[in-house]
């Protein structure tokens, strides 16, 4: 490799890792076990892995159907559609949760009318954290298993609709099969960017202890009250994220072959 090349290289994967090895260098590992199981630390944790998979199972729910659609739906304005969906990806998480509580808010467009006919309010609830999470985490889900359909061999769809299957049946016995390892990406991906949500999350749903604290919110308290915890909990998200990029390494590696 060019020395012009190499030297700027050497920089950047500097820039992205010292800080990460700072990070692990600092945290209490004697200490480690006593502070992730403490009172504050586990209700944090626990509340995030409950959200996260929670929002995650409303992602499923939404984000397949919606994947299909734009896969394989005949629709006007499809492209704009589709960067409509992918738009929480790029924009700021402050800002996703400052349009959920215009929306779902108590004086918001809909949430005005749960609040008048159901009593039932969104922000500030533990319901609400997993709202914000599904709605940064959605578009990865989405963009993963449109790929996987676009992939996919549609000739066995035809094949199990001239064997007589209706549309329903062939969705659920050939094509999500199909699409497997694509769901369980976008899956793994979306629970991971669901686990650390913190500006819609502390935007929509505000910060109470055992509520709608999570972890990543946990950790912006903690940095001014007990450093140590911070460390900790920093040091658990760090892991979920090399344990969530290891395991699709090869998924990726075969999706650029």
Same mark, same amino acid.
Request: proline share 7%; glycine share 8%; charged share 10%.
């Given at each position: ?153 549609? /000739? ?16 659920? /016995? ?84």
């Amino acid at each position: 490799m060019p020395l012009v090349l190499l030297l700027p290289a050497l920089l950047g994967l500097a820039f992205l890792l010292i800080p990460l090895i700072g990070l692990l260098a600092k945290a209490p590992w004697s200490t480690l076990p006593s502070k992730l199981f403490s009172a504050d630390v586990w209700t944090a944790l626990r509340l995030s892995l409950v959200c996260a998979t929670a929002a995650t199972a409303l992602c499923l729910l939404l984000g397949i159907p919606l994947a299909w659609l734009l896969a394989r739906g005949e629709l006007p304005g499809r492209g704009l559609i589709r960067a409509l969906v992918t738009v929480p990806l790029v924009l700021p998480p402050v800002v996703g949760g400052v349009a959920l509580l215009l929306v779902l808010g108590r004086r918001g467009l809909i949430g005005e009318h749960l609040d008048t006919w159901f009593g039932f309010s969104l922000p500030f609830t533990t319901a609400g954290v997993i709202v914000a999470e599904a709605f940064v985490a959605m578009p990865f889900l989405v963009i993963s298993v449109e790929g996987a359909l676009r992939a996919a061999d549609p /000739r066995y769809e035809e094949a199990a609709a001239t064997l007589g299957a209706g549309r329903w049946l062939t969705f659920r /016995r050939v094509t999500l099969p199909s699409i497997a390892p694509g769901v369980v990406a976008g899956t793994v991906l979306c629970w991971a960017r669901a686990l650390g949500e913190f500006g819609a999350t502390i935007t929509f749903a505000g910060n109470f202890p055992g509520r709608t604290t999570t972890m990543p919110l946990a950790v912006y308290l903690a940095l001014e009250t007990d450093p140590d915890v911070a460390v900790v909990l920093s040091v658990v998200l760090l892991l979920v994220s090399v344990v969530v990029l290891a395991s699709l390494r090869e998924r990726w590696i075969s999706g650029l072959r």
